[in-house]
Protein backbone atom coordinates (compact mmCIF):
# COMPACT_ATOMS: atom_id res chain seq x y z
CA UNK A 1 0.00 0.00 0.00
CA UNK A 2 3.17 2.15 0.68
CA UNK A 3 5.24 0.76 -1.80
CA UNK A 4 4.30 3.93 -4.21
CA UNK A 5 5.52 6.54 -1.80
CA UNK A 6 8.46 8.48 -1.50
CA UNK A 7 8.75 9.51 1.93
CA UNK A 8 11.97 11.90 3.35
CA UNK A 9 12.43 11.78 7.31
CA UNK A 10 13.94 13.58 9.42
CA UNK A 11 16.41 16.86 9.72
CA UNK A 12 16.77 17.89 6.33
CA UNK A 13 13.78 16.30 4.90
CA UNK A 14 12.11 19.39 3.99
CA UNK A 15 15.24 20.57 1.68
CA UNK A 16 15.04 17.21 0.22
CA UNK A 17 11.68 17.49 -0.94
CA UNK A 18 11.85 20.66 -2.08
CA UNK A 19 14.69 19.51 -4.65
CA UNK A 20 12.25 16.67 -5.43
CA UNK A 21 9.79 18.97 -6.27
CA UNK A 22 11.63 21.58 -7.91
CA UNK A 23 12.85 18.73 -10.33
CA UNK A 24 9.02 18.15 -10.86
CA UNK A 25 9.06 21.97 -12.07
CA UNK A 26 5.35 21.95 -11.76
CA UNK A 27 2.83 24.97 -13.94
CA UNK A 28 0.60 25.34 -11.29
CA UNK A 29 0.46 23.68 -7.99
CA UNK A 30 -2.38 23.60 -5.42
CA UNK A 31 -0.97 24.83 -2.40
CA UNK A 32 -4.05 23.29 0.97
CA UNK A 33 -2.40 24.88 3.53
CA UNK A 34 -4.30 27.23 6.52
CA UNK A 35 -3.78 30.65 7.17
CA UNK A 36 -2.06 30.43 9.96
CA UNK A 37 0.40 27.64 9.13
CA UNK A 38 1.41 30.02 6.19
CA UNK A 39 1.71 32.68 8.32
CA UNK A 40 4.18 30.81 10.90
CA UNK A 41 6.29 28.57 8.50
CA UNK A 42 6.11 30.21 4.74
CA UNK A 43 9.40 31.57 4.75
CA UNK A 44 11.24 28.42 5.57
CA UNK A 45 8.58 26.25 3.05
CA UNK A 46 9.24 28.74 0.24
CA UNK A 47 13.17 28.63 1.18
CA UNK A 48 12.95 24.94 0.43
CA UNK A 49 11.27 25.10 -2.38
CA UNK A 50 7.93 23.57 -0.91
CA UNK A 51 5.77 26.70 -2.46
CA UNK A 52 6.60 26.73 -6.34
CA UNK A 53 5.73 29.97 -8.11
CA UNK A 54 2.64 30.00 -9.80
CA UNK A 55 1.15 28.41 -6.51
CA UNK A 56 -2.55 28.36 -6.06
CA UNK A 57 -3.94 28.69 -2.54
CA UNK A 58 -6.47 26.88 -0.27
CA UNK A 59 -7.38 27.88 2.81
CA UNK A 60 -10.88 27.19 3.69
CA UNK A 61 -10.70 24.27 5.61
CA UNK A 62 -11.19 23.74 9.42
CA UNK A 63 -9.69 21.69 12.14
CA UNK A 64 -12.15 18.96 11.27
CA UNK A 65 -12.76 19.51 7.55
CA UNK A 66 -15.99 19.53 6.77
CA UNK A 67 -18.47 18.78 3.63
CA UNK A 68 -19.11 21.82 2.46
CA UNK A 69 -15.04 22.80 2.59
CA UNK A 70 -14.23 19.81 0.69
CA UNK A 71 -16.49 20.44 -1.90
CA UNK A 72 -15.43 24.44 -2.25
CA UNK A 73 -12.12 22.83 -2.45
CA UNK A 74 -12.19 20.37 -5.14
CA UNK A 75 -14.23 23.52 -7.08
CA UNK A 76 -10.73 25.90 -6.70
CA UNK A 77 -8.79 22.14 -7.83
CA UNK A 78 -11.35 21.93 -11.52
CA UNK A 79 -10.35 25.77 -11.75
CA UNK A 80 -6.77 25.70 -11.02
CA UNK A 81 -6.21 22.42 -13.02
CA UNK A 82 -2.67 21.76 -10.55
CA UNK A 83 -0.46 19.56 -11.81
CA UNK A 84 1.06 18.86 -8.42
CA UNK A 85 -1.15 19.27 -4.84
CA UNK A 86 0.84 20.46 -2.24
CA UNK A 87 -1.02 19.96 1.99
CA UNK A 88 0.55 21.51 4.48
CA UNK A 89 0.10 21.00 8.29
CA UNK A 90 -1.70 18.65 10.53
CA UNK A 91 -3.86 15.64 9.76
CA UNK A 92 -6.28 18.61 8.82
CA UNK A 93 -4.59 19.85 6.24
CA UNK A 94 -3.53 16.91 4.31
CA UNK A 95 -6.66 14.90 4.88
CA UNK A 96 -8.48 18.21 2.99
CA UNK A 97 -5.79 17.94 0.60
CA UNK A 98 -6.18 14.01 -0.10
CA UNK A 99 -10.38 14.46 -0.20
CA UNK A 100 -10.34 17.75 -2.33
CA UNK A 101 -7.88 15.83 -4.98
CA UNK A 102 -10.45 12.54 -5.26
CA UNK A 103 -13.20 14.33 -4.97
CA UNK A 104 -12.23 17.02 -7.80
CA UNK A 105 -11.68 14.03 -9.92
CA UNK A 106 -14.30 11.60 -8.82
CA UNK A 107 -15.89 9.19 -11.46
CA UNK A 108 -19.50 10.62 -10.23
CA UNK A 109 -20.06 13.96 -11.28
CA UNK A 110 -22.15 15.18 -7.57
CA UNK A 111 -20.93 12.57 -5.15
CA UNK A 112 -22.53 11.96 -2.22
CA UNK A 113 -20.04 12.03 1.08
CA UNK A 114 -20.63 8.45 1.76
CA UNK A 115 -20.30 7.51 -2.74
CA UNK A 116 -17.41 9.29 -3.68
CA UNK A 117 -15.61 6.74 -6.15
CA UNK A 118 -12.07 7.38 -6.25
CA UNK A 119 -10.28 7.20 -9.66
CA UNK A 120 -7.00 6.64 -9.09
CA UNK A 121 -4.08 8.83 -11.14
CA UNK A 122 -4.22 12.78 -11.27
CA UNK A 123 -1.58 14.85 -10.25
CA UNK A 124 0.81 14.39 -7.40
CA UNK A 125 -0.03 14.68 -3.90
CA UNK A 126 2.88 16.28 -1.75
CA UNK A 127 1.79 15.55 2.30
CA UNK A 128 3.88 17.70 4.25
CA UNK A 129 3.65 16.84 8.03
CA UNK A 130 3.95 19.97 10.46
CA UNK A 131 2.84 18.51 13.52
CA UNK A 132 3.97 14.73 14.65
CA UNK A 133 1.01 12.99 15.90
CA UNK A 134 -1.68 11.77 12.78
CA UNK A 135 0.64 9.95 10.24
CA UNK A 136 -1.64 11.25 7.58
CA UNK A 137 1.40 11.39 5.35
CA UNK A 138 1.92 7.92 5.27
CA UNK A 139 -1.81 6.86 4.95
CA UNK A 140 -4.47 6.00 2.23
CA UNK A 141 -7.52 7.96 4.42
CA UNK A 142 -8.92 11.04 4.92
CA UNK A 143 -11.54 11.72 7.58
CA UNK A 144 -14.35 14.18 7.29
CA UNK A 145 -17.54 15.69 8.92
CA UNK A 146 -21.14 16.18 7.93
CA UNK A 147 -22.69 17.72 10.94
CA UNK A 148 -21.67 15.96 13.56
CA UNK A 149 -21.09 12.46 11.37
CA UNK A 150 -17.74 11.53 10.97
CA UNK A 151 -16.81 10.21 7.74
CA UNK A 152 -13.60 8.06 6.14
CA UNK A 153 -12.45 7.53 2.88
CA UNK A 154 -10.03 5.00 2.61
CA UNK A 155 -8.41 4.16 -1.15
CA UNK A 156 -5.05 3.41 -2.25
CA UNK A 157 -5.04 6.14 -4.19
CA UNK A 158 -5.32 8.72 -1.39
CA UNK A 159 -1.55 7.78 -0.48
CA UNK A 160 0.68 10.73 -0.72
CA UNK A 161 3.09 10.10 -2.91
CA UNK A 162 5.37 12.16 -1.35
CA UNK A 163 5.33 12.20 2.16
CA UNK A 164 7.67 14.67 3.94
CA UNK A 165 8.16 14.74 8.09
CA UNK A 166 10.68 17.74 9.44
CA UNK A 167 10.90 18.52 12.88
CA UNK A 168 11.98 22.38 11.61
CA UNK A 169 8.28 23.00 10.65
CA UNK A 170 6.83 21.64 14.36
CA UNK A 171 9.34 24.17 16.19
CA UNK A 172 6.19 26.76 16.44
CA UNK A 173 3.66 24.50 18.04
CA UNK A 174 2.19 25.19 21.26
CA UNK A 175 2.77 22.32 23.97
CA UNK A 176 -1.06 20.96 24.17
CA UNK A 177 -0.79 20.73 20.53
CA UNK A 178 2.60 18.59 20.71
CA UNK A 179 1.00 16.56 23.59
CA UNK A 180 -2.33 16.07 21.73
CA UNK A 181 -0.83 15.37 18.73
CA UNK A 182 1.78 12.99 20.18
CA UNK A 183 -0.84 10.84 22.29
CA UNK A 184 -2.47 10.03 18.67
CA UNK A 185 0.77 8.77 17.34
CA UNK A 186 1.19 6.73 20.36
CA UNK A 187 -2.68 5.60 20.68
CA UNK A 188 -2.28 4.56 16.55
CA UNK A 189 1.04 2.67 17.84
CA UNK A 190 -0.48 0.69 20.25
CA UNK A 191 -4.23 0.34 18.86
CA UNK A 192 -1.99 -0.89 15.61
CA UNK A 193 -0.02 -3.18 17.63
CA UNK A 194 -3.28 -5.27 18.80
CA UNK A 195 -5.92 -5.06 16.24
CA UNK A 196 -7.06 -7.43 14.21
CA UNK A 197 -6.23 -6.33 10.97
CA UNK A 198 -2.22 -5.96 12.65
CA UNK A 199 0.29 -8.20 10.31
CA UNK A 200 3.99 -8.60 11.51
CA UNK A 201 5.19 -5.67 9.75
CA UNK A 202 2.38 -3.46 11.10
CA UNK A 203 3.35 -5.08 14.47
CA UNK A 204 7.02 -4.22 14.05
CA UNK A 205 6.29 -0.63 12.73
CA UNK A 206 3.87 0.37 15.60
CA UNK A 207 6.87 -1.04 17.90
CA UNK A 208 9.35 1.09 15.97
CA UNK A 209 6.92 3.98 16.34
CA UNK A 210 6.64 3.36 20.43
CA UNK A 211 10.20 3.33 21.02
CA UNK A 212 10.53 6.44 19.23
CA UNK A 213 7.13 8.71 20.78
CA UNK A 214 6.89 7.08 24.05
CA UNK A 215 10.47 8.14 25.73
CA UNK A 216 10.62 11.28 24.33
CA UNK A 217 6.92 12.81 24.52
CA UNK A 218 7.10 14.57 27.54
CA UNK A 219 10.26 16.22 27.48
CA UNK A 220 8.65 17.34 23.93
CA UNK A 221 5.79 19.13 25.33
CA UNK A 222 8.37 20.62 28.13
CA UNK A 223 11.02 21.35 26.45
CA UNK A 224 11.26 20.73 22.31
CA UNK A 225 14.59 20.18 21.59
CA UNK A 226 15.54 19.33 18.36
CA UNK A 227 16.15 15.70 19.15
CA UNK A 228 12.94 15.26 20.70
CA UNK A 229 11.04 16.67 18.09
CA UNK A 230 13.22 14.84 15.50
CA UNK A 231 12.09 11.49 17.45
CA UNK A 232 8.40 12.65 16.96
CA UNK A 233 8.05 13.17 13.65
CA UNK A 234 9.70 9.79 12.70
CA UNK A 235 7.92 7.97 15.26
CA UNK A 236 4.50 9.61 14.29
CA UNK A 237 5.40 8.89 10.25
CA UNK A 238 6.03 4.89 11.67
CA UNK A 239 2.90 4.92 13.08
CA UNK A 240 1.07 6.24 9.80
CA UNK A 241 2.76 3.41 8.48
CA UNK A 242 1.11 0.78 10.92
CA UNK A 243 -2.62 2.17 11.02
CA UNK A 244 -2.34 2.10 7.03
CA UNK A 245 -1.89 -1.27 7.21
CA UNK A 246 -3.93 -2.80 10.91
CA UNK A 247 -6.48 0.40 10.80
CA UNK A 248 -7.20 1.76 14.33
CA UNK A 249 -9.69 0.29 16.93
CA UNK A 250 -11.97 0.97 19.48
CA UNK A 251 -10.77 4.16 21.41
CA UNK A 252 -10.57 5.71 18.08
CA UNK A 253 -14.10 4.39 16.96
CA UNK A 254 -15.35 6.26 20.20
CA UNK A 255 -13.04 9.36 19.35
CA UNK A 256 -15.02 11.00 17.15
CA UNK A 257 -18.17 12.19 19.22
CA UNK A 258 -15.67 13.57 21.62
CA UNK A 259 -14.10 15.61 19.11
CA UNK A 260 -16.99 16.57 17.12
CA UNK A 261 -19.17 17.48 20.48
CA UNK A 262 -16.67 18.25 22.91
CA UNK A 263 -14.01 20.01 20.50
CA UNK A 264 -11.65 17.83 21.92
CA UNK A 265 -8.48 17.35 19.51
CA UNK A 266 -8.35 14.07 18.09
CA UNK A 267 -4.88 12.94 20.09
CA UNK A 268 -6.44 13.73 22.95
CA UNK A 269 -9.73 12.45 22.33
CA UNK A 270 -8.12 8.79 21.71
CA UNK A 271 -5.86 8.67 24.59
CA UNK A 272 -8.99 9.67 26.78
CA UNK A 273 -10.47 5.84 26.43
CA UNK A 274 -7.20 4.13 25.80
CA UNK A 275 -6.68 3.36 29.52
CA UNK A 276 -9.74 1.58 29.53
CA UNK A 277 -9.28 -0.34 26.70
CA UNK A 278 -5.76 -1.94 28.18
CA UNK A 279 -7.50 -3.26 30.89
CA UNK A 280 -10.28 -4.88 28.82
CA UNK A 281 -7.92 -6.04 26.00
CA UNK A 282 -5.54 -7.93 28.68
CA UNK A 283 -8.94 -9.55 29.54
CA UNK A 284 -8.48 -12.51 27.22
CA UNK A 285 -6.85 -14.67 29.29
CA UNK A 286 -4.05 -15.03 32.07
CA UNK A 287 -0.50 -13.11 31.66
CA UNK A 288 2.28 -15.05 29.48
CA UNK A 289 -0.38 -17.42 28.75
CA UNK A 290 -0.79 -18.23 24.90
CA UNK A 291 -3.74 -21.00 24.62
CA UNK A 292 -2.53 -23.41 21.31
CA UNK A 293 -3.87 -21.68 18.05
CA UNK A 294 -5.19 -18.72 19.71
CA UNK A 295 -6.11 -15.71 17.80
CA UNK A 296 -2.54 -13.18 17.65
CA UNK A 297 -4.80 -10.23 18.54
CA UNK A 298 -5.39 -11.66 21.59
CA UNK A 299 -2.15 -12.50 22.61
CA UNK A 300 -1.41 -8.93 21.17
CA UNK A 301 -3.84 -7.45 23.77
CA UNK A 302 -2.18 -9.17 26.19
CA UNK A 303 1.32 -7.89 25.59
CA UNK A 304 0.22 -3.98 25.35
CA UNK A 305 1.39 -3.24 29.12
CA UNK A 306 5.11 -5.33 28.47
CA UNK A 307 4.78 -2.23 25.13
CA UNK A 308 4.32 0.36 27.69
CA UNK A 309 7.00 -1.12 30.23
CA UNK A 310 4.40 -2.37 32.86
CA UNK A 311 3.76 -5.28 34.25
CA UNK A 312 -0.09 -5.33 34.58
CA UNK A 313 -2.48 -4.02 32.98
CA UNK A 314 -3.68 -1.95 35.86
CA UNK A 315 0.13 -0.26 35.92
CA UNK A 316 -0.04 0.78 32.17
CA UNK A 317 -3.16 1.71 32.45
CA UNK A 318 -2.19 4.17 35.29
CA UNK A 319 0.86 4.75 33.27
CA UNK A 320 -1.07 6.27 30.65
CA UNK A 321 -3.20 8.57 32.57
CA UNK A 322 -0.33 9.68 34.64
CA UNK A 323 1.35 10.39 31.15
CA UNK A 324 -1.95 12.44 29.97
CA UNK A 325 -1.46 14.60 32.76
CA UNK A 326 2.39 14.92 32.92
CA UNK A 327 1.55 16.71 29.32
CA UNK A 328 -0.90 18.87 30.72
CA UNK A 329 -3.79 17.22 29.35
CA UNK A 330 -6.87 15.59 31.23
CA UNK A 331 -6.89 12.06 31.96
CA UNK A 332 -10.57 10.33 31.51
CA UNK A 333 -13.65 11.42 30.78
CA UNK A 334 -14.75 13.35 33.85
CA UNK A 335 -11.62 15.51 34.10
CA UNK A 336 -12.82 16.16 30.55
CA UNK A 337 -15.83 17.47 31.34
CA UNK A 338 -18.14 14.65 30.15
CA UNK A 339 -21.08 13.65 31.88
CA UNK A 340 -22.17 10.55 32.44
CA UNK A 341 -25.33 11.04 30.67
CA UNK A 342 -23.52 11.60 27.73
CA UNK A 343 -21.70 8.16 27.34
CA UNK A 344 -24.47 6.16 25.92
CA UNK A 345 -24.62 8.95 23.41
CA UNK A 346 -20.85 8.46 22.80
CA UNK A 347 -21.36 4.67 22.43
CA UNK A 348 -24.53 5.27 20.02
CA UNK A 349 -22.02 7.08 17.64
CA UNK A 350 -19.35 4.73 17.97
CA UNK A 351 -17.36 4.05 14.63
CA UNK A 352 -18.73 0.44 13.85
CA UNK A 353 -15.47 -0.93 11.40
CA UNK A 354 -13.05 0.36 13.94
CA UNK A 355 -15.21 -1.04 17.24
CA UNK A 356 -15.11 -4.23 14.95
CA UNK A 357 -11.37 -3.91 14.81
CA UNK A 358 -10.69 -4.24 18.21
CA UNK A 359 -9.16 -7.44 19.44
CA UNK A 360 -11.65 -8.27 21.99
CA UNK A 361 -15.05 -7.59 20.63
CA UNK A 362 -17.12 -5.58 22.97
CA UNK A 363 -21.04 -5.38 22.94
CA UNK A 364 -22.17 -1.81 23.64
CA UNK A 365 -23.76 -2.45 26.48
CA UNK A 366 -20.20 -4.08 28.23
CA UNK A 367 -19.09 -0.54 26.82
CA UNK A 368 -21.08 1.77 28.52
CA UNK A 369 -20.38 0.04 31.67
CA UNK A 370 -16.48 0.10 31.52
CA UNK A 371 -16.66 3.90 30.25
CA UNK A 372 -18.67 4.80 33.42
CA UNK A 373 -16.69 2.86 35.76
CA UNK A 374 -14.54 6.31 35.86
CA UNK A 375 -17.41 8.49 37.05
ZN1 LIG B 1 -5.67 9.15 15.04
Given at each position: ????????????????????????????????????????????????????????????????????????????????????????????????????????????????????????????????????????????????????????????????????????????LPPRLTA??G?????????????????????????????????NLPGAVENP???R???L?????????????????????????????????????????????????????????????????????????????????????????????RCGL??????????????????????????????????????????????
Amino acid sequence: MTGGQRFHLGAGALAEAGRRLREMSPRRPLVVISRGRLAEAGEKLAAAGLLPPGSVFFHDFSVNPGWEEILAGSSVFRNADPDLVIAVGGGSAIDAGKLIKALARAENANPRPDGIRVRPGGPPLAAVATTAGSGSEATPFATFYVGETKHSLDHPALLPEIAVADPALSSALPPRLTAATGFDALAQAVESYWARGATTESRRLAKKALGLVLPNLPGAVENPLPARRLALAEGAYWAGRAIAISLTTAPHALSYFLTRRHGIPHGHAVALTLANFIRINAESGEDGESPPGEAPWLTAGREAPALLDRDSPAAAAAFWRELLRRCGLAATLPEAGISPGEIAEMVERVNPERLANNPVAVSRGRLIRELRVDF
